[in-house]
């Protein structure tokens, strides 16, 4: 009789993103009630002693979500009730996944744009948790949409309480003008039946979307959507367990996420190379077989998936373009990143972004490497041969002073370019980005394993002994 261990396992669950601050540091409730005492009030101990909240106390959940902000990414905010309240952990995985996307530059970059990252936010809410996510972490421009006056007014506060990024964000009004999608040419372009773009409670009939809010002539890398859910204020309130509140424009609309992200696509097939991706969240995994088809259904060049984890709470997102990529597309595994980023945390208050940025630099001359600092963009700019590049792979980061054995000079084609940009994001947090400068290399493939070498040696120099890996 076969032994119970010999059942097949089930597929490993997803998990919250890698880079996600909180992935390997959940928020730590009992932390924040003691440097916060706003918080204090919603936060309670359990039977096994753990610090907890009621997570269907809307006031408890904005109130988390506030000190979140301001603790960990220096963000002022605050919205009035009823509106929708965002989890950070949650968001902070849809902002990463999009910097998946680009930085695997399948689909080529906007040369109007140059090296800036421009992003559309469709529907910011009073809570514009994408673009205020997006300038802080990575320094993307946004432009956030709504329609209601009070989502306005509150995401402008928000942007404006918050000098630092406020540069970076337009919020824009959506006019109702029962904007129309040209019928010959969306006829024309999607070339399915009238009957395809059906949903369960009729076509969507709401205020625009992308067509008439989007102005002619601009360009953005990518939009991004947290779209109404559910197809009814009933529906919508089924959820017992939490309440992170919700106003009935950002929860509902006839025939939920499907008819509202069917809207998007037929408006990305007349906006076409407008963006690199159009992308949305999707709350229900039944929708993304519906949606997926459609994109195919009308000549898509790509599509993207992938699952949001954060806690109990699973989300998909869905990415999809037309342009042409600009290379084949290979398995995830496969794929060769040429823009890596890390976060230095707990980083000791005598070192600051150019302590950090000086001791790259000797770290690779020590080994022959040219360097070239920048002290005014704060970047070293690094062309480094194979053997030097394999000699730091076996680098003892625990040993500080040892020095590393001279290689021989290569010839410059065997050699690897590549920049590093420090950036201060606030007291003891930075953020280190790497971005290879010749993809054809012969080696470029050790550009993660040398980047994550030196994520490794960073942390050992400068992060206090709570941040270390385990």
């Not at 970059?109 to 514009?128: E, S």
């Not at 040892?402 to 290569?410: A, T, W, Y």
Request: glycine share 6%; charged share 25%.
């Amino acid at each position: 009789m076969p032994s119970k261990n010999n059942k097949r396992k089930r597929p490993e669950r997803p998990t919250i993103h890698p880079r996600n601050k909180y992935a390997d540091s959940p928020p730590d409730f009992a932390l924040l009630a003691s440097l916060y005492p706003s918080f204090e009030p919603f936060v309670f101990y359990s039977r096994d002693g753990h610090p907890r909240i009621d997570w269907t106390d809307f006031n408890a959940t904005r109130e988390l979500t506030r000190v979140l902000l301001l603790h960990d990414h220096s963000l002022n905010w605050w919205i009035p009730d009823g509106q929708l309240c965002p989890t950070v952990p949650n968001r902070s995985n849809y902002i990463h996944w999009i910097e998946d996307l680009l930085s695997s530059e399948i689909i080529p970059k906007n040369q109007t744009l140059g090296d800036l990252v421009r992003g559309f936010d469709i529907g910011t809410g009073a809570n514009c948790i994408y673009p205020l996510l997006g300038s802080s972490l990575l320094g993307w421009s946004f432009v956030g949409s709504d329609i209601t006056d009070v989502a306005l007014e509150w995401a402008e506060r928000n942007v404006n309480k918050n000098p630092h990024v406020s540069q970076l964000i337009e919020i824009r009004k959506v006019t109702v003008h029962g904007v129309e999608l040209p019928a010959q040419e969306l006829s024309d372009a999607l070339a399915v039946d009238h009957e395809s773009s059906e949903v369960a409670g009729g076509r969507y009939c709401g205020p625009p979307i992308l067509l008439g809010v989007v102005r002619e002539g601009e360009k953005f890398d990518f939009c991004m959507c947290n779209p109404p859910f559910f197809e009814s204020t009933e529906e919508a309130g089924l959820n017992p367990k939490t309440s992170c509140g919700g106003t009935p424009e950002e929860m509902v609309c006839p025939g939920g996420e499907q008819a509202f992200i069917t809207r998007m696509i037929e408006d990305s097939v007349v906006l076409k190379d407008s963006f690199r991706w159009y992308t949305s969240m999707i709350g229900r995994k039944i929708n993304l077989k519906f949606l997926t088809s459609k994109l195919r259904d009308v000549g898509v060049t790509i599509v993207k998936t992938t699952e949001f984890v954060q806690g109990q709470t699973c989300r998909w997102g869905l990415a999809w373009s037309f342009l042409p990529p600009t290379k084949k597309i290979l398995p995830p595994a496969a794929v060769q990143r040429t823009n890596i980023s890390f976060m230095l945390e707990r980083v000791g208050r005598q070192f600051s972004a150019m302590h950090i940025l000086q001791s790259i630099e000797p770290l690779f001359q020590t080994n022959g490497a040219s360097c070239k600092l920048n002290a005014s963009s704060f970047t070293v700019d690094i062309t480094a041969p194979r053997l030097h590049c394999e000699d730091l792979m076996e680098y003892d980061a625990k040993c500080i002073e040892k020095p590393m054995e001279s290689k021989p000079v290569e010839k410059a084609s065997d050699n690897m370019s590549f920049q590093i940009s420090i950036f201060q994001q606030q007291p003891g947090t930075l953020l280190v980005k790497a971005s290879l400068q010749n993809k054809d290399c012969p080696f470029s493939g050790m550009f993660s394993s040398v980047i994550h070498k030196l994520e490794e040696i960073m942390r050992q120099r400068f992060c206090r002994a709570r941040d270390l890996p385990r």
